[in-house]
């Protein structure tokens, strides 16, 4: 084998045990990430259930948002279903309520102060304004609304429906 050859090989060799390194060093590391994901999950599970008699939740269809790339990274990586099914289970414990509420909900386009259902409202809209003149943040409207809704669930039984767009 020609001198050239010989160090091309060697290089190609511990080129290749680098990589071999590095995924694993990747893969660590997504480990360590899941792990302290888990913990914040389960700290954040047992202070909501604890703290509430009742804690209201969107039956989000993951499945289909995962689809949506640009959502996806944010689904899995808040864990949501681990997430629900924590709550779900801690909730037995404490003998609290989790109400899911109907994914059909449109619980970001109605104005959480005056009951107003806006139009379409894409995605990409984190900020929006009322006709009744109020400015809402996206998520927290929404909160608010899923909110109602579930007291109203936990109140009134399972006979109270969310209106439907
Ligand atoms: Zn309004």
Known sequence: MSGWRRHVLARKEKGSRNRAKARLKVVKIHGRIADRRRDYLHTLSTRLVRENQVVAI???SVRNMVKNRSLSRVISDAGWSEFRSMLEY???????????IDRFCPSSKTCSVCGVIAGAMPLNVREWACRCGVVHD??????????AVGLAVA???????????
């Open 155 to 165: 109140a009134c039984g399972d006979g109270v429906r969310p209106p439907r767009t």
């Open 58 to 60: 969107e039956d989000l």
């Open 138 to 147: 996206r998520d927290v409207n929404a909160a608010r609304n899923i909110l």
């Open 90 to 100: 801690k909730a037995d414990w404490y003998g609290r309520r989790v109400v899911v």
